[in-house]
């Protein structure tokens, strides 16, 4: 139990669906992240949330679409996904941003998407 | 532009056979190193956070260490539940960059 839960662990689409990745965190920090875990790739960091507002977007496709109705709460959309999609996206929580203080990032377990 | 190097990419170890883990960076501006460890098809669990040259921090049969340009965990007779993927991270003055992963195998 990491604090940081994720829903679905799993989720095959097609390239026509529209899905929603669920995260809560129960660790009552103000940061959430999504990121994108690819085979034989780094972490890719995809959206960046503090108090529920965006503070980054690293140039992610419109396919994908967050939103973060509360500090607690955070959704990933997804519509009309490629195949190159498919991949481990990660959910993740800090108690502050990135250059303010102890920011230790804990992560969910992940949803596996595969697109088809 | 921040980098980390993890290397090797893969080790395998027998069950008790002691070895280090290296991650090499270069970052503007060191606010903290980061351990994970990664089961397949989980996500990344927190281990250690390092903040400057020197500093160690040690759990179970886990150590971390931090110099000016590399972190290195040594395992220390590692068993079978020690097979996971680690993961080293570096903070600089705004994001946090990771590398790819180390792939370490115990065989009992």
């Known amino acids: 139990e990491t604090g940081v839960t994720q829903t679905p662990r799993h989720l095959v689409m097609g390239m026509t669906n529209k899905k929603s990745l669920k995260c809560e965190q129960h660790?009552?920090?103000?940061?959430m992240y999504w990121y994108k875990q690819s085979a034989k790739k780094p972490l890719e960091l995809m959206f960046v949330y503090n108090f529920k507002e965006q503070t980054e977007n690293n140039s992610v496709p419109s396919r994908f679409s967050p939103e973060c109705p509360n500090s607690s709460h955070l959704f990933l959309h997804l519509h009309t996904l490629q195949p190159e999609d498919s991949a481990l996206y990660l959910c993740?929580?800090?108690?502050?941003?990135?250059?303010?203080?102890?920011?230790?990032?804990?992560f969910g377990e992940g949803s596996w998407l595969t697109v088809v | 532009e921040d980098q980390v190097t993890q290397s090797p990419e893969a080790l395998r170890l027998q069950e008790g056979e002691s070895s280090s883990l290296n991650c090499s960076y270069t970052v503007s501006g060191l606010r903290g190193l980061f351990w994970y460890r990664q089961d397949p098809g989980k996500g990344p669990e927190f281990l250690f956070t390092?903040?400057?040259a020197g500093e160690e921090k040690e759990k179970e049969r886990l150590k971390a260490t931090l110099t000016k340009k590399e972190s290195f965990l040594h395992i220390t007779a590692p068993k079978p539940e020690d097979s996971a993927t680690y993961l080293c991270a570096v903070r600089g003055n705004e994001k946090l960059t990771f590398g790819t992963g180390t792939r370490l195998t115990i065989i009992p």
């Open positions: 390092l903040y400057s």
């Open positions: 660790l009552g920090h103000n940061a």
């Open positions: 993740a929580s800090s108690p502050n941003l990135p250059g303010q203080g102890a920011n230790t990032i804990y």
